[in-house]
């Protein structure tokens, strides 16, 4: 059953022409078949999980061979069918959301349609997402190839109450539209019947971009002189958004013209504000949700769409800020702050570290280990088992642990995008967009990693605004939770601490975007559906953070122990403590506390666990601004080195002097507020 | 490998979540990073593999 595929490679794709090409491409592609093998061939596309596979099962019998496409890694399924009296390949493509390719998959799926010519294309979309799902339609349609829509899991839409005027969106989009459910077989008939009559009226354009875009596009159209299998229209978009491989295809095909196009595009780009991509996604999706209204009716009675409502109701400022803070209230504040950090830390601590393994640990030190300084290594006061364990395993272990569940179980709901796109108007205020959303969130499980993913915001201005606020503002997870226990007895004291760095963090940022010069940050994403949390995904991506998380620590804490233990026995420790006295006691802290921030700068969570133990011997005013000065605190040494290596030394160095002195001028400031104005948290 | 993006919901396979760990200095989790957003998750932990495979195997065993 297996369709031979020709041998080009993926380097040596040029796209098909039909004047000039068609005879030696089809000699091509015709070239590998086996006798008697069909010539013409169907595409199946779609967006993975709309039931494209079980569509090609219902057309081939489930009689499919994989191959990869050539030159690439990318499977590819392929069957035959018979209509009428020809037989016809068809195609599995790999699932794709845009003509517009971010993966190799996808790459793979639209170099297979514009390369290997289908005679048809059989696009599938789910019935019950048509907003999310028509924007590749409309590209589609707009190619002018044969395309027919299968909308699929009508039973599902039904269920829901959603209706859909398959004529009318048939007339708004171009193409032929089909229901089906293919898991019962529905509708197949009427695909196989499209197939055989196929009818489109002449080129339809779907999308009506911006005025500005509009011109660009017919500028192009009619340059390219060349007669393609897609229509010039459908080209000029992808050149407009710097799809890489039609460039290459149209500076090889056409290169007495390639420098006037991109001239066009260049100029089309200084009209608009936003980047064209961004306009052009912005207006395909606009034009997706009018034609979806257009042609859907939704019988309220019949949905009840708890999902949708709950998107709404997250993404508007209204509604969005106040579920954002219950959230953080009862997953960091109650559950990781309270209970974990609280209540499993008091018994792993107190209990099982306190009375049993360490004493037990220390009286068998005693016992077989004679020199005092190894005997001061395992179980003195910085000592592997009385420091680094004991903050591993019993302070921090069950913070993280905690942290860890409650964050799994979040991001596997579907809420983090929509956080995204909740808090981008207020990032927009700080010279960042909702993307930068990925870093901060990444930063509360560990700061160096997300330093490493500020790789992904798009300009340079967005990279060093989201590494200073990293390296200032956002505290581990651990951190976080100790900070929240710490301060869960005294709320006044939480909410200082909440409002200062929150303060900073706004203040800090504005001021950044107002020196550093660079464009407005473009965010454009598209919602993955809203769902209930599976236990067994929570459970599997915390058991997985858990070892990660204890197979870098644990060995960090030892190291960080032993290196305080060589400082102690050399004498250097005192040293350094006594250097950081002056500054801690300048904010109003203990002398004691200078290990806490030496600490600190280790690991955050060391220093963390070390003002966890401290706790006693401070009153709330203390607690306060030592967590404001630790939260602010100069980032840990690894932190450091990733922000030398990502923003380079200039940027790295600035940025470290400035949060050192903006952590101690915060607290000294605290500090003075508070006995000024003579007030106790 | 397929993957999942837990953010943005894009499907990709190992070859294309490039580790993001080349430039750490103190880990080597292999991360893998979404293509699409850039969010990075842990690929799943090989003793927990390990489990599922155990159990897969036995429930083989009782069909």
Redesign the interface.
Known sequence: MELQLNQKTMENHSIITDRKASAASCHHADAGKKEGEAKKWIALTGQPNVGKSLLFNRLTGSRAAVSNYPGTTVAVDKGQITLGTERYGIWDLPGMYSLLPITEEERVAKLALLEERPSYILHVVDAKNLTRMLPLAMELSETGMKVILVVNMMDEAEKEGIKIDFQKLSKEIGIPVVPTVAVSGKGMNQVLYHILNYERKNHHEVIPFDENIESGLQEISKILSEDYTIHQRSIAQLLLQKDEDMHTWIKEKEPENYTHITSIIEKTEEMLQESLVYMMKIKIHEEAKRITQAVTTIDKKKRINIGEKLNQLMIRPITGVPILLLVLYFVLYKFVGVFGAGTVVDFVEGKLFGEYINPAIANAVENLVGIEALQQLIIGEYGLVTLGLTYAIAIILPVVGTFFLAFSAIEDSGYLPRLSLLIDRLFKKIGLSGRAVIPMVLGLGCDTMATIVTRTQETKRERVIATLLLALAIPCSAQLGVIFALLAPFPMALLVWVLVIFANFMFVGFIASKIMPGQRPTFFMELPPLRVPKISNVLSKTYTRIIWYLKEVLPLFIIASVVIWLLQITGVFPHIINGLEPLVAGIGLPNDTADVFFFGFFRRDYGAAGLFQMQDMLNANQLAISAVVLTLFVPCVAQLMVMFKERGAKTAIGIFLLVLVLAFSMGGLLNFILNTLNITL | MKHRC????????D??GIS?CG?????N?N?V?C???????????K??SFIKNLFSKNKTKQD
């Open positions: 837990a953010f943005c919901g894009m499907e990709f396979t070859e294309q993001a430039s750490c200095p103190l880990s989790c991360l990073k293509p699409n957003c850039g969010y990075e998750s842990l690929p799943e932990a003793s927990l």
